[in-house]
Structures are given as C-alpha cells and as structure tokens.
C-alpha cells in the first residue's frame, strides 16, 4: 500500500510549489473540516448527515478563506512556503473557530441590541411566525 509513498509526496510537493495558492487553500479547508469532527468529539454532539454536511461546508470554508489570507500575508512577508502550509493548516483549524465565535458572538449583540429597542426578534425557528 505505502510501497509508491515516496513518489507520491514527491509530486504533491512539485504541485504545491507551483501552485502555492492552491495549496494554501486546500490545508485551510482541511483544517476547517478537522474543526467539525473535532467539534462533534468534544461536544458529543447528536450526528445528523444534513447538520454534519452543512458543519463542514461552513467551516471548510472559512477555514479556506482564512488559510488564503496567510497565504498573502505570508509571501507578502517573503517567507518561505514550506513552513507556511503547516501556517495555513494550523489557521483553518483555530482561525475557523475564532471567526465563527467572533460571528455567533455578534449576531447575540445585535439581537440585544435591537431587543432593546423593543423590537421584536425572531429566533431560530421562529422567522415564518
């Protein structure tokens, strides 16, 4: 199974070098889904396919997004790439959960905030009421 291993890792770096990018993103998108499952194993969350798909497509995307804002912070830098995908990893796992924290904890200060207006304001479910 591992006899091609070598060669393997050989290319993924030539790919890597000539698309840095790219590769910036898919590690932020991997670490963003790393944050989902290691979300569901700390929490022991009840698992549904649809509330796990949609998890992972939220976080994998932000973990993207925020892996290809390292990527031209990096090389803005002048840093070498080799270091800066284990960067990307790492920010697509933390950086997807410090932005959605940083999201949820906004969206609680609006609602108070316009609660405190004495609007009223829908809560989950309640938006078709």
């Known amino acids: 199974m591992f006899k091609n291993l070598g060669e393997l890792v050989t290319a993924a770096a030539a790919w890597a070098v000539e698309h840095p990018i790219v590769g910036f993103a898919l590690m932020g998108w991997l670490g963003g889904f790393i944050a989902v499952l ?32 390292a990527f031209f912070a990096w090389t803005g830098m002048g840093w070498g790439l080799s270091w800066g995908y284990l960067v990307a990893g790492i920010c697509g796992l933390g950086g997807s959960d410090i932005i959605e924290a940083v999201v949820l904890l906004f969206i609680a200060w609006l609602r108070a905030k316009v609660a405190a207006t004495g609007a009223v304001v829908p809560v989950d479910g309640d938006a078709g009421k």
């Open 38 to 69: 290691r979300m569901y194993e700390k929490a022991g969350m009840p698992m549904s396919l649809k509330g796990f798909a949609a998890r992972c497509l939220v976080k994998a995307a932000i973990g993207l997004f925020v892996a290809v804002m």
